[in-house]
């Protein structure tokens, strides 16, 4: 299973881009989820959805700024993100756990697949 990460780019703060992750091989199932990593820090959790039923998951810093969806026709899931701030600049992952464990939706290590990551870069 491979899974296909676009949308990433270079905006100034306060701008909007959507990221895209559809999977190749299979159908998405269980969590589906969106991880990001700075330069120098960890891998972090930043939103996730539940495939079949559609709870979505944020981390603070990103609520009421993005939207995580998903397109179960084009089987893709999209990361809305809008009032970007230059503290989201990270190359940003899209993974899949197709067990879906609700209590391991943030967990980076409970996810099978992971994209290739596409980078976010936002100017101040």
């Known amino acids: 299973v491979q899974l296909q990460a676009s949308g990433g780019g270079m905006v100034q703060a306060g701008g909007s881009l959507r990221l895209s992750c559809a999977p190749s091989?299979?159908?998405?199932?269980?969590?589906v989820a969106w991880f990001r990593q700075a330069p120098g820090k960890d891998r972090e959790f930043v939103s996730g959805i539940r495939w079949n039923g559609g709870s979505t998951y944020y981390i603070d810093s990103v609520k009421g700024r993005f939207t995580i969806s998903r397109d179960y026709a084009k089987s893709t899931v999209y990361l809305q993100m809008n009032s970007l701030k230059p503290e989201d600049t990270a190359v940003y992952y899209c993974?899949?756990?197709?067990?879906?464990?609700?209590?391991?939706?943030?967990?980076?290590?409970?996810?099978?697949?992971w994209g290739q990551g596409t980078q976010v870069t936002v100017s101040s």
């Open positions: 091989g299979r159908t998405f199932s269980g969590n």
């Open positions: 993974a899949l756990s197709p067990r879906g464990i609700l209590s391991s939706l943030g967990v980076s290590s409970s996810y099978d697949y």
